[in-house]
């Protein structure tokens, strides 16, 4: 950047000088406010807006969460590589994905069909099949899950019990344990992330549930100790616990005129959420550098629902 220099007499300066001076810290900070809304332009003004050239792995990615996070990270610049069961839902949202900026090269998605609750050599060489789409994994987002039968605790068969748990919780250690594996000996810094939910929560816990609670539990537990095993490594390990939000999973219940109602009282915001902004934007943080200090936490996406102080749904 040019700067100029103005030479000063020991003499006042004239009205004329004060005018040019003016005139020039005027233009100077026109062209500083210029070239930061270039910066912006076309983005988000938060520094973790973009996340240009990332490569994030995103599991569960065919529908749901999954699938509108991944759409949210190609918009904010990264090449995402989503990972489901479902090769022909994967197919168009990477169709979808590419449709969204025509001419742009880096607005790419290479799909890696998998399935969570495989043995652990499927499971590796699936994540193997990501990392070499692009050479890299900069973020995990371990979205798959399943939600299982409602029964009493003394009902559960174990068939039911080790399908939720080795889909919920094997599975995504496994997810990680190889990911991280490989961002390790690349000497890369890493993001993962684990959406889990509020179910994982003492106040989330719900008559019926006790595969899925217990193995969000875990979830959490295991956020932490990855943490603790994974910081000498700068790969950084964090937990999303989100409440229930508009989807298109939950859009059949969403209509549901008695839902308002528990919101009235279950709700401190007396609202539910939809997964944007409310969990992209969290995302996109916790994948930027704006995070590097940021490691072992568990954020809550709820709206409040969960606060003491607040009725708990099951008892309504």
């Not at 989330?204 to 217990?214: L, R």
């Not at 959490?220 to 490594?233: N, S």
């Amino acid at each position: 950047m040019q700067t100029t220099k103005l030479a000063l007499s020991n003499h006042s300066p004239t009205t004329h000088q004060i005018e040019s001076w003016g005139f020039l810290f005027f233009s100077f900070q026109l062209s500083r406010v210029s070239a930061a809304a270039m910066a912006v332009e076309g983005g988000d003004q938060r520094p973790w807006g973009r996340l240009d050239g990332k490569v994030v792995m995103v599991t569960g990615a065919s529908s749901g969460i999954g699938r509108d996070l991944c759409l949210d990270l190609a918009k904010a610049g990264c090449r995402v590589v989503p990972a489901a069961r479902r090769a022909d839902r994967l197919k168009t949202l990477c169709d979808e994905i590419r449709a969204s900026r025509p001419g742009d090269p880096s607005a790419t998605a290479v799909a890696v069909v998998l399935d969570v609750s495989a043995e652990e050599a499927a499971i590796a060489a699936a994540v193997r099949k990501a990392w070499d789409a692009f050479g890299r994994i900069d973020g995990l987002i371990n979205n798959a899950g399943v939600r299982g039968a409602v029964n009493s605790s003394l009902n559960w068969s174990q068939e039911e019990w080790d399908s939720v748990v080795k889909t919920n919780l094997t599975g995504l250690w496994l997810v990680s344990k190889h990911v991280c594996r490989l961002m390790r000996d690349a000497k890369l810094k890493g993001s993962v992330i684990n959406v889990s939910s509020i179910g994982g929560l003492r106040r989330g816990y719900k008559h019926g549930a006790i595969a899925y609670n217990a193995s969000k539990t875990a979830v959490h537990t295991v956020t932490e100790v990855m943490a603790l095993d994974l910081g000498a490594y700068n790969i950084r390990v964090n937990a999303i616990a989100p409440g229930l939000f508009k989807s298109e999973i939950t859009s059949s219940l969403m209509q549901k005129k008695w839902l308002s109602r528990v919101a009235e009282r279950t709700v401190p915001l007396r609202t539910f959420g939809t997964t944007d902004p409310a969990i992209t934007m969290l995302v996109r943080y916790l994948l930027h550098d704006s995070s590097e200090y940021i490691s072992g936490n568990v954020f809550i996406a709820d709206a409040g629902t969960t606060l003491p102080g607040i009725p708990i749904f099951s008892s309504l």
